[in-house]
């Protein structure tokens, strides 16, 4: 049964910035977060000055200088690529308090941008190396990056469930296909990418090894992006011009910070946190029509599907080998490319927000972000983001508007 706090509150609108993917042209963060912030206040017709709440992994206060705003509700939690779907968490909660009326969510990374700024090289201080504590925990046993530590998750289903490295490719594959109808997607085709266009599960088996079993195929982009959701209470939503989309349940949880102190590697804490967003919104994994999972790789989206209780343990990538998951398919997920195909700038949460509001609000089909096929028929989707080495989970449940 749904509690009081589902749908308070609801998306009014999601814009990004202006150029994403691989700029001509360096561009800063800020930028992004004010080319996005620009865009969904055109979108909605809601102007800057309405917004009363700002949330961001840690840009709230200088955003809100730049903008001339002077917030009743200040937000900064930053605990990786789920914090957008916490931001969506903690901003229902605080219109259904009252406390305030129209939160911004906003996000700019240059993960492309940046690398060139620097000459090059890959960084990774976020993930490893450097002096963060996990980083100095697990850099003696030899983990080192991201891939590095997602690798053990996909060598552990492999060997507690029989599946394979193949197995999981098909994930790459179908988010692949999804791309294939979104023109911003970087993957989209050869004139996007000399690397883009339809894949095979050769081709990701074939790529170049990253950390074994993972290929360069089997992980995320390396991007530049900007988004920026705007949630308001049904009051506000309805003097929008653009529809509502109602966040129904919202959850979160962690697991560990430290990948050493996993207890299985091929469970998350998205299962928590999906128990609480479901109960939120009286519904469940049946009644989801669609799904948006952070796939920072391959591994990461087929395991978090088992958490959301989409699929039997041990058989998450059967939704895209079996073609559930593809355009046509009866639970289509990341219809936008994903993390994989379409753009990842480091933390991927704010595009799993941005392509789940256009999916459920019928504007996938705006002759830039879609061609046909793209654009799916879902009443209700299931959101999940997932920050750090597999650690921290916001899931949330969004449901179109009536």
């Avoid at 609108?13 to 004010?34: D, R």
């Avoid at 840690?58 to 930053?78: F, M």
């Avoid at 492309?112 to 976020?126: D, F, K």
């Avoid at 519904?283 to 978090?304: C, H, K, N, R, W």
Wanted: with cysteine; aromatic share 6%; proline share 4%.
């Amino acid at each position: 049964m749904a509690s009081g706090i589902s749908r308070a509150a609801a998306i009014i609108g999601a814009a990004e910035s202006n150029e994403i993917g691989y700029p001509e042209e360096v561009k800063t963060s800020l930028q992004h977060h004010i080319e996005a912030i620009k865009n969904v206040s055109d979108q909605t017709g809601i102007p800057i000055s309405r917004i009363d709440g700002i949330f961001s992994a840690g840009w709230s206060s200088e955003l809100a200088e730049h903008l001339g705003l002077h917030p009743k509700y200040i937000d900064t939690t930053s605990v990786g690529g789920c914090s957008f779907q916490m931001h969506v968490h903690h901003a229902l909660c605080a219109i259904h308090a009252g406390v305030i009326d129209v939160a911004l969510i906003s996000h700019g990374q240059n993960g492309w941008s940046a690398r060139r700024m620097r000459g090059g090289g890959g960084g990774g201080g976020r993930f490893g190396g450097g002096d963060a504590p996990a980083a100095q925990m697990t850099s003696a046993y030899g983990l080192s990056g991201a891939p590095s530590n997602y690798s053990h998750a996909m060598v552990r289903h492999n060997h507690r469930y029989g599946s394979t490295p193949e197995d999981f490719a098909h994930v790459a594959v179908v988010t692949r296909e999804w791309a294939t109808l979104n023109p911003r997607a970087v993957m989209h085709s050869k004139e996007t990418h000399e690397f883009g266009g339809p894949i095979t599960v050769e081709d990701v088996q074939s790529a170049r090894l990253i950390s074994w079993p993972l290929t360069l195929l089997h992980c995320c982009l390396v991007t530049d992006h900007g988004g920026a959701v705007l949630i308001a209470s049904p009051k506000v939503a309805g003097s929008a011009r653009t529809k509502p989309v109602w966040i129904a349940g919202a959850g979160e949880s962690m697991s560990h910070s430290n990948i050493l102190e996993m207890e299985d590697f091929t469970a998350t804490s998205a299962m928590a946190s999906a128990e609480t967003a479901y109960e939120m919104a009286g519904l469940g994994p049946q009644d989801m029509e669609m799904a948006m999972i952070y796939d920072s790789f391959t591994v990461t989206s087929a395991i978090t599907a088992e958490m959301l209780g989409l699929a039997p343990r041990g058989e998450g990538y059967k939704l895209w080998k079996d073609g559930h998951a593809a355009p046509g398919g009866k639970l289509p997920i990341n219809t936008n490319g994903g993390g994989l195909s379409f753009n990842h700038s480091g933390m991927y949460g704010m595009q799993l927000l941005v392509e789940a509001y256009r999916q459920l609000s019928g504007t996938a089909e705006d002759g830039v972000n879609g061609v046909p096929g793209k654009q799916t028929s879902a009443r209700t989707c299931v959101v999940n983001g997932t920050g750090g080495s597999l650690s921290t989970t916001g899931t949330l449940v969004l449901v179109a508007d009536d």
